[in-house]
Structure formats: C-alpha cells, structure tokens
C-alpha cells in the first residue's frame, strides 16, 4: 500500500512539475547526475551543441551531458555516444513536449555491451512496421540488439534464395492461431491457398529493417534453428530429416551430408545479408530420437567414435561454427550447446537458468543471460485472472527489475565474459501485435536499466515511478502498453504471508517428498508463506502422487479450522485433487475422520484455478493429517501450506 500511495504522490508531482523535467525521469537510470540550479526554457527544439572528444569515460558508448540555462551541451567520443544523449534528452523533453528541463550534469555509460531483445516471428508473423515501431522504443532506452527468431516449427520466415518451399510452403499453415495450429495436425499449406496464414521477410525487407535498426545503433541478429525446431524445413524437404519423410521429424539429420549442404547455403544467404558479429544457430530443445535409430546418424556416431547423440548435437553446431567462423562471424546458440562439448568459439545464451551460462564462462565463453525466471515476457505480468491467456507463469515488472546477471557463484576472473542480457517474447500465445507490445512495455524497460546502470544505481521504488512516466509518453506516442498503474500483482495472501496455528510446527510426510517442486522442503506447509500466481515460485510443492501428511501440533489444541489450497492449470497439467480426507488425532495413533472434501472444479476449464479445500470443526487434537488424492486425471498437485486455526 505504502507504495501505492508514494507513486501516487510521485505522479502528482509529476503533472505539477511537468514543465521542468529532469534527470529523474531517465531509463535506463544514468551513471552519475548533478542537478544545478536553474532552467533550460526553449521555444520550438532545445539548443544543442556537440563536442567530439577522443576519449570519454565508460568506452564507446558513453557520452557527458550538461544543460544549463543557455542550452545543452553533449560530449562524446563516437556518434553512439550522441545518440544516446539524445535519447535521454529526449526522455527529458518528453519527446519534445516539456519546454523547460532542469540545469544538470550527466555523467553516463553502459554496465554492459549486449542489452538484448527477442522477438519470436515464426509462432505469428510481425510485420516490418511493427519490428520499426519496436526499435525505436528499444532505442529510447538504449537497447542496442534484436534478435529475431526467424525460424521454428511455426513457420519459416527468409526468403532463401536457394530453397524457395522455405517460403512457398513452410511459411504459410492453414490456421492463424499457433493454438489451433498446434492442437490441429500441424500442416503447412501452399503460399495463396485460402485462409493461408503466415508470411516471410523479403531480403529487401530485411535491408530496409536494417537500415532502420542501424541509424539507431542497433544490431539485428538473425536466428536460425538447428538441429531441432526443424519440422516446417523438414516438411519442406523431407530428405533433411532421418526418416525422410514430411511430418516426421524435428530435427535434420546429422549423418546426412545433404544436412549440412541445406545449412550451409543458408547460412550464406544468412551472413550476406545481415552485418551482425554474431549469428544465432539455435540449439535448443533437441529430442534427439530418431538419431538413435537412424542408419546414417549412427553411421556418423561409429566414424566419429561417439557413444551419445548428445555428441551427435555438438558434432552439427562444431562443423557450423566453423564454417561460420570462416565467414568472419561467430556463432550464439542457446545452452543445450554446452550438451556432448561446446564449439570452441560460442557464445551462450543462457535460459535454462544461469548455471549453464556460469559453466561457458570458466569455460572461457562469452555469455548473455537470459534465464527464463527473469527474462521470459510470455509470462503473464500480473495476476492472471485479468490478463490475455498465456503460457503461464508469472514475471512481474518488479520481478525481471530485480535480477542481477552478476553472481556469486561466478568466477571473479571470468565476469569479462558477461557480455549482457536479453529478455525473451516467445509467441505461442501473443497473436496480434498489439499484445506483443503489451508484453514488452514496461518489462522491457527494467531489462534495459538492467543492462545498461550500475546497480548502486537501480533502485525499485525510483524505477516504478519512471516507469509509469515513461508508459504515459509511449502511451501517447502509440505504443499499446501495460497498465501499469492499476496492477493488481501478487497473489495478496503471498504478499503477506498467514498467521496460524500450525506455522512453524512440525510435518511428517507419509508421502516422501519429490524431486520437482520440493519447494523449501519439509518446512513448505508450515513455514506461513502462501504460493503465487504460479507453481514455479518456489512456494509451491508439487507431486506426482497424493500428498498426505500429518501436522504435529506439538501439544492439545483446540481446532475450528483445518484448509489447504491447490491450483489448477490444466495445459501444463495441474489438477486439483479428488478429494481430501482430514482427519485429527490425541496420540498421533488413533485418527478421527473429520471431513471429506470433494473437488468440484471442472477439468475442462483452462483458466488458472485455485480451490482452499478445508473445513469448519470443532475438535481437540494434537496430531492433523492431511490427504489429498491425485486426481484421476493424473498430472500434478500442488499445495502451498497446510492451514489450521
Ligand atoms: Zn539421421
């Protein structure tokens, strides 16, 4: 509440103060500021002077800012330097709207080099005007890379020149959805046919988003999938795959030198095409079945002497790292590259968590981190129940504001090999454009200060109020943003935790606890912390069985309430339980059978769900025990706390 009411008072000071804007408005938070006395007032554009300078503090991309009552001066050493002091006097003018900004000096640089964006095109088609629309804003908060993932079972979207089906095929699918899609037969269709969906970017449209992305500093980095997340190539042109058959496979054969003879002119077309230093080759999620019986892959196993088709994976990503290499550029992939030996000259992007980008960088590798707790905008933003359906999960604002790339665990002598950060749209469910903005602004906004400020610098509170400034301009500038001001946020009961009579008393499990969402422990259901919006937040523990469990109360107590509450989410399966038995005990030998608590929640409703099964009594006892069935629908159960009053 307390912060509610500070940003409603930050807001009015805002609007009262809304002709003499400063420094305090700026994303990403500048390196160092001094406020001096008086105003800048202009009439029509702010009067700019800008001083080259050889060397400047902070590296390429730094720049000195001083505004005094006269006008503004910019130091630099390089034309990123201006441009990206004319971004923070932009912030500081409200794009020109605010006709008096307040006398400062900006001392400013970046934390990191690679302060990345993702944009998934193949899930649903994003037009060239969108992609534009995004740079600018990435631009706005100096974000300097898009990496755009071009390819994916979805749909493939580059012109190649060499293999026209790419995109007379594999681009277009008969439903709009990626849901229908998925859930249907997942087909493609012929490029015209009635109802295709889909699209491509023209290698004209490529140069001009280019040209776009570099008059404002920013690189774009093509992905290319391999050797998974092939289906629509190998559907195109089956004899990719092992089984060479369309709708068979998902990724190409590695045995096959046709393989790489696909991979190869693409990639050509690829590096003419786009300047990028790096170029993404994917790498993730490989099942890697059919190479375990296909004829040429374990041919290619004997010859090499590999015993795992994990070596098969690093085999493919080895031979085109090196021809990419020979091209003059470097390959990234995701951290399933690390599986059966890393490319001698790969960067990692990390997702899985971060230990796989901690692995590449003793390794000597350079890393972006991405970890899907923090980074990962197809997560809703707030609480699901008012949002547009979604993967899941749930990464609030505040929750990707404070994730610090820098760990502990980190090598001290290998830190240099942090190279950055990046935040991740995947597309399954974001159909339109306008939801795909909505998801970017403002999560957007607190990777970039996290890539770009120091971290003495970040502050919560101060970001939150900046934030919602910022969201106002784009608002107006036409950006479809989060409503950030009416954010409903956690789960209430999470926020504050609960108070009862079983916190901090002992649980015997009669069902041991499982490996995949233990949670804290032993401790999970009596520790007074209540799940969120989501069972990945370590609140949750999860099961693939029943849970039964008894609660010691440590002495007679008097009861009147006995609950406990599950969640359902029936796509990844979470499902409420049968029922629940509770039952109460003097001795912990002899147990009453208190209630029975039948479910009576739906398994076909798709939303997420949460059901308290409890019950009113009146009893005396030391002993709870706590039965809740799994449900016949099999999937999980999850509880976050046994309550009792
Ligand atoms: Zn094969």
Not at 248 to 271: H, M, P, Q, R, Y
Request: charged share 25%; glycine share 8%; aromatic share 12%.
């Amino acid at each position: 509440m307390r912060r509610i009411l500070l940003s409603l008072f930050c807001l009015a000071i805002y609007s009262l103060q809304s002709l003499a804007q400063g420094p305090h408005v700026v994303i990403p938070a500048p390196a160092d500021v001094h406020i001096a006395d008086g105003k800048y007032v202009y009439t029509d554009k702010p009067e700019v002077r800008i001083v080259t300078v050889r060397n400047i503090e902070g590296g390429p991309e730094a720049y000195f800012m001083k505004v005094t009552p006269k006008g503004v001066t910019i130091k630099a050493s390089t034309d990123v330097g201006v441009f990206y002091a004319r971004q923070t006097l932009r912030q500081m003018t409200g794009n020109g709207k605010v006709k008096e900004i307040q006398c400062c000096e900006i001392k400013d640089f970046p934390r990191f080099p690679y302060r990345g964006l993702h944009v998934d095109v193949s899930r649903h088609f994003r037009s060239v005007d969108f992609l534009k629309k995004q740079i600018d804003a990435m631009a706005r908060f100096k974000m300097n890379r898009m990496h755009i993932h071009l390819t994916d079972a979805a749909g493939w979207r580059l012109q190649i020149d060499a293999y026209p089906r790419l995109t007379d095929f594999a681009a277009w699918r008969p439903q709009t959805t990626w849901k229908e899609w998925w859930a249907g037969d997942r087909k493609y269709c012929e490029k015209g046919a009635p109802g295709a969906y889909g699209g491509y970017y023209t290698k004209e449209d490529i140069r001009e988003l280019l040209e776009y992305a570099a008059a404002r500093h920013i690189q774009i980095i093509p992905e290319i999938e391999l050797p998974s997340h092939s289906e629509e190539v190998l559907a195109a042109y089956p004899e990719l795959g092992c089984s060479s058959e369309a709708y068979k496979d998902s990724e190409f054969c590695v045995g096959n030198e046709t393989s790489f003879e696909f991979l190869e002119a693409v990639l050509t077309e690829v590096i003419d095409l786009f300047p990028s230093e790096y170029i993404h080759i994917g790498g993730d999620e490989a099942g890697k079945q059919h190479w375990k019986t296909c004829e040429k892959c374990q041919q290619r196993m004997l010859e090499e002497g590999f015993d795992s088709v994990d070596q098969l994976q690093s085999y493919m990503v080895q031979r085109i790292e090196k021809f990419v290499n020979s091209k003059g550029r470097k390959i990234i992939g995701w951290d399933e590259i690390l599986d059966g030996g890393l490319a001698p000259n790969a960067t990692v992007m990390s997702w899985r968590g971060t230990e796989g980008g901690i692995k590449a960088m003793s390794m000597g590798h350079d890393v972006i981190m991405t970890p899907g707790r923090y980074c990962y905008l197809d997560h809703t933003q707030d609480a699901p129940f008012r949002e547009p359906e979604s993967i899941g999960g749930y990464l609030p604002l505040d929750t990707v504001y404070v994730y610090e790339p820098v760990e502990a665990t980190m090598p001290a002598d290998r830190i240099h090999h942090l190279k950055g950060v990046q935040a991740n749209l995947w597309s399954e469910y974001v159909v339109s454009d306008e939801h795909a903005e909505y998801m970017y602004w403002p999560r957007a906004f607190a990777l970039a200060e996290t890539a770009w400020s120091l971290p003495q610098n970040k502050n919560l509170e101060d970001f939150r109020n900046r934030a919602l400034h910022a969201l106002e301009v784009m608002k107006e500038d036409g950006y479809s943003v989060f409503d950030l001001k009416n954010e409903y946020g956690e789960r209430k009961l999470a926020q504050t935790g609960l108070e009862h009579k079983a916190k901090g008393k002992t649980v015997i499990y009669n069902k041991p606890i499982q490996q995949w969402y233990p949670a804290s422990g032993e401790t999970t259901f009596t520790d007074g912390v209540i799940g969120g919006w989501t069972y990945s937040d370590n609140r949750w523990q999860g099961f693939l069985s029943d849970i039964d469990v008894t609660v010691d109360l440590g002495e007679i107590t008097d009861i009147s309430y006995v609950g406990g509450t599950f969640m359902q989410l029936v796509g990844p399966g979470v499902f409420m339980p049968e029922k629940v038995d509770v039952w109460v005990s003097e001795n912990g030998v002899d147990f009453t059978l208190v209630s029975t608590i039948w479910n009576d929640i739906s398994t076909s409703n798709p939303d997420l769900l949460f059901k308290s099964f409890d019950v009113v009594c009146d009893c005396v006892a030391r002993y709870v025990r706590y039965h809740a069935y799994r449900s016949p629908m099999r999937g999980f159960l999850f509880l976050d706390e046994v309550v009792v009053n």
